[in-house]
């Protein structure tokens, strides 16, 4: 009886050998390629990230410029208001815009009753008192609540010479403004001088320390006869 024939062990181990040696080499030379490959790609990927992280921070400074534009912008809005100019200077300004002869003869007592006044403790004598009305004017700018006090005087006017006697200097009003620009007309009575002559009254507005601001002189008028119950002129 024949025997089949083996095949050679050594064949295929020889074979079978050869087969295995070949497999590592292939795999070294991929991972050779491979690991080339990371290789080289690690600087793009490193590029690529640098990119992206600095696109990133630009991103995030934008940010930061344009939040700091709208604080910048809401401040703006909600900061104090700015403050309003000063006002110029009020105009300062005292003047006796008239001051004209109403009543060339009156009695004391019948002036005070048409003015309002309490005649209470007024003399016989004073009631019969002759004397002139006259109708004054004023405005005052600037100078509220300052004390402006109005005076008359009384001049011969021939002369020029101012009568004697504190009956013929007399401050018979004081104004104080109640506004920034105020103006009064108030009635002033005067006495007639005792004797004949031809007169005027000066009519001044002083200031707190009794300085002349402003004054008028009323048109002249003239006594024909003595008045005994004029006053004195002494």
Not at 43 to 64: C, D, F, M, T, Y
Not at 146 to 156: K, T, V
Request: proline share 9%.
């Amino acid at each position: 009886m024949s025997r089949r024939r083996r095949s050679s062990p050594r064949r295929r181990s020889s074979a079978g050998a050869g087969t295995r040696r070949n497999v590592p080499a292939a795999a070294e030379r991929a991972t050779t390629h491979s690991d080339q490959a990371r290789i080289d790609m690690a600087p793009i990927e490193r590029s690529r990230r640098l990119k992206q992280a600095l696109g990133a921070a630009g991103a995030i400074v934008a940010l930061l410029a344009g939040a700091t534009s709208v604080f910048d912008w809401f401040e703006d809005k909600v900061d104090d208001p700015p403050k309003p100019r000063p006002a110029p200077p009020a105009t300062i300004d005292a003047r006796i815009q008239a001051a004209d002869l109403q009543i060339r003869d009156e009695r004391l007592v019948d002036y005070m009753r048409d003015t309002g006044q309490d005649t209470t403790g007024v003399s016989v004598a004073e009631r019969r008192e002759r004397g002139l009305r006259f109708v004054v004017r004023v405005r005052l700018r600037g100078l509220r609540g300052i004390p402006m006090p109005l005076r008359w005087q009384m001049y011969d006017k021939p002369t020029g010479r101012r009568l004697r006697g504190a009956i013929y200097s007399q401050v018979p009003v004081t104004f104080t403004p109640a506004n920034a620009d105020h103006a009064r007309t108030v009635p002033i009575w005067v006495p007639k001088p005792r004797l004949a002559g031809t007169y005027i009254v000066r009519f001044t507005l002083l200031d707190r320390r009794r300085q002349p601001l402003d004054d008028v002189t009323s048109p002249a008028f003239t006594v024909d006869r003595n008045t005994p119950s004029g006053g004195r002129d002494d």
